[in-house]
């Protein structure tokens, strides 16, 4: 035996025994998640991927990808301070500044990543972060990380976020999803920038669900409120859905962007964005100023979606972009639900506690913009046939 490995006779109990403890009280709520490994290929209907646009496979992102590593190699090789910026990276945030409206552009590893980088970045201890209640996990993390003072307000309330910031004296930014991801609806962009302004705060909106479906030619839902470019507004977004490819990146004034290159540890510790993810998102981006019409399509998906759901008399939030959700009786029967929509050829999502803030499960649907009205029929009809008890009831 080692000179200094532990006795096994003298090992404390098993100190992992709580996971088990854990695991059972998820079992009784009906919280359990696992992976589920798909294959390239399936028969299954898709409506739970993030893939608004239907660019994922497109053979022009496919072949942005192929011709990135080809050229650049599988890999980016070091954090983008040090060899993991390529003439690609810097490609893609010109581009991706000019169509969103910005004046420049930071691609990160993730759009959790690009949230981390931009909340942490923008706010010390000093600072107030106002931050709406329905936002996704990564800007709540962003809070943590920040060491800021976080004050939580209450879901799309501009009101309470101009009085929050009014009460505070010090440097503050309001931060905000701009397509919440639970119920798909929008954010009061407007109101929140009005209070931003009054009250001398920045404004950071996580633009994930907005780009590729909002604004004209999916510009995103700043561009569509008139705020892209402002000079108190940095948006964030990621490349992983309606790009179709992998990513996050920032957006914002020069300024913004070389303090984050400065000071964001979400960028500077990280490995760059691989090749084959930036060029399949630049080729998509492309390809989404060539073909502008599949945003408005987007949003006809999910229009016809819920109308149809809630026309048979299920309860769905109307979506504001391409998120279509339809409450469950509980997580066990959200849970069934999906699992009988995917017996019956239709693969949806499913959201239960803790991702969703009001504690109602649901089913969630992601509208395509290749979707056929042969293929939005036969969703609706599935999901109206594997229904459970008291669906209809909601």
């Given at each position: 035996m080692p000179e200094h490995a532990p006795d096994p006779a003298a090992a404390p109990g098993d100190v992992f025994a709580w996971i088990d403890d854990a695991e059972r009280a998820r079992e009784r709520a009906g919280l359990v998640r696992t992976l589920r490994p798909r294959p390239a290929s399936s028969p299954l209907l898709d409506?739970?991927?993030?893939?608004?646009?239907?660019l994922s496979r497109h053979p022009g992102t496919v072949r942005g990808a192929r011709e990135a590593v080809e050229r650049w190699g599988a890999g980016a090789t070091g954090?983008?301070?040090?060899?993991?910026?390529?003439?690609?990276?810097?490609?893609?945030?010109?581009e991706l500044a000019d169509f969103c409206g910005f004046e420049a552009a930071l691609v990160l590893s993730s759009g959790?990543?690009?949230?981390?980088?931009?909340?942490?970045?923008?706010?010390?201890?000093?600072?107030?972060?106002?931050s709406d209640a329905g936002n996704h996990a990564s800007i709540v993390d962003g809070c943590r990380l920040s060491r800021a003072d976080t004050a939580v307000i209450p879901h799309s309330d501009p009101d309470a976020a101009r009085k929050t910031l009014a009460a505070h004296a010090g440097r503050a930014l309001l931060v905000s999803d701009s397509v919440f991801s639970v119920d798909g609806d929008a954010a009061p962009l407007a109101g929140y920038a009005a209070a931003c302004r009054a009250e001398g705060a920045a404004l950071v909106v996580d633009d994930a669900h907005g780009l590729g479906v909002l604004g004209e030619g999916g510009r995103g839902a700043?561009?569509?409120?008139?705020?892209?470019?402002?000079?108190?507004?940095?948006?964030?977004?990621?490349?992983?859905?309606?790009?179709?490819?992998?990513?996050?990146?920032?957006?914002g004034p020069a300024r913004v962007i070389r303090h984050l290159v400065n000071t964001a540890r979400t960028f500077i510790f990280d490995t760059g964005l691989a090749p084959a993810a930036t060029g399949a998102a630049l080729a998509s981006l492309r390809l989404l100023r060539r073909e502008p019409e599949r945003a408005g399509r987007a949003r006809e998906v999910a229009r016809l979606l819920h109308e149809r759901l809630t026309a048979s008399g299920l309860t769905?939030?109307?979506?504001?972009?391409?998120?279509?959700?339809?409450?469950?009786?509980?997580?066990?029967?959200?849970?069934?639900?999906?699992?009988?929509?995917?017996?019956?050829?239709?693969?949806?999502?499913?959201?239960?506690p803790p991702s969703v803030p009001d504690g109602i499960s649901r089913l969630r649907l992601t509208a395509r913009a290749d979707l056929t009205g042969e293929e939005i029929t036969r969703a609706v009809e599935t999901i109206l046939s594997t229904a459970p008890p008291g669906a209809a009831d909601r």
């Open positions: 409506l739970a991927s993030n893939d608004y646009l239907g954090s983008r301070l040090v060899t993991g910026t390529t003439e690609l990276h810097a490609e893609l945030e010109r959790y990543a690009a949230n981390l980088a931009a909340v942490t970045a923008l706010s010390d201890r000093g600072t107030l972060v106002v700043l561009y569509a409120e008139g705020l892209a470019g402002a000079p108190g507004v940095v948006a964030t977004m990621t490349l992983s859905k309606s790009l179709g490819s992998q990513g996050g990146a920032v957006l769905a939030a109307r979506p504001d972009a391409a998120v279509v959700s339809v409450r469950a009786p509980s997580a066990a029967a959200a849970l069934r639900w999906a699992a009988d929509c995917r017996g019956a050829g239709l693969f949806v999502g499913c959201f239960r």
